[in-house]
């Protein structure tokens, strides 16, 4: 009776494998053969580190409708990325972020909430924001800004917290363009004067600067004692080399005092 099984005998030899049928002879069946993986023998020959500068916006970030964020992002980011078209809300916080062009917000007419917070911006070409005609927030703090730039009309809120910036870097009139600015932030910086103030404004932080004077028409109008500032909720003024008590008259439109410590 002839068996039709097949016995292999498998006999370990380094790339070699023998079977052998019912009857007679070998048959050489060798292992496939395995990739050849090549390992730099010198640093320059290894792959460069990857660069924020050329990898796209959405690895770099998250990208959702309408919404990016780059936050803390690595490798570091030094500059804006390149933004969907579609983009409303920019977080790009704690950043290595330094210069902001007016390239980088170029037909970026959707925008509406810029924030920066926590960069090492000290330089803001001039019309960056200008012609964000939908742009309502904008967020500076933490950052190395000297001076200003033009702001678009349309601002509601700014933060410039934490910055350098001093007077003659805040056009005197800045913020009177803006009709529907509400929230201003601008303490711990180094402004020496008050900018001048629209109505529309809710609450204005100028703390811990270098504020040493305030006139009768800063916060309200000195020729009459009938205006009442409505809309102006919080005024602080602490920090600054200001004497309150000196200028009685500059907060009789005020439904509140300025709060903060003051000598």
Known sequence: MHLEMLICVILIIPSLVLCSPAKNGYIEARAPKKDIVTIPEFPQDLPAKPDAAVLPTCLLCVCLIGSVYCEEVFPQMTAIPALPRETTYLYARFNQINKIKNKDFADMGTLKRIDLTGNIISEIEDGAFSKLTNLEELFLAENRLTKLPMLPSKLTTLNANFNLLK?????????????????????????????????????????????????????????????????????????????????????????????????
């Not at 602080?236 to 903060?260: E, K, Y």
């Open 167 to 263: 007077s003659k870097g805040v056009r005197s009139n800045a913020f009177k363009k803006l009709p529907e600015l509400a929230f201003l932030y601008l303490g711990n910086n180094k402004l020496e004067v008050i900018p001048q103030l629209p109505e529309s404004l809710q609450i204005v932080h100028l703390n811990n600067n270098n504020i040493n004077t305030i006139t009768d028409q800063t916060f309200c109008k000195g020729n009459t004692t009938q205006y009442i500032r409505s809309t102006m909720e919080e005024v602080r003024l602490d920090g600054n080399p200001l004497v309150l008590a000196q200028h009685p008259n500059s907060f009789i439109c005020l439904r509140n005092l300025p709060t903060g410590h003051y000598h």
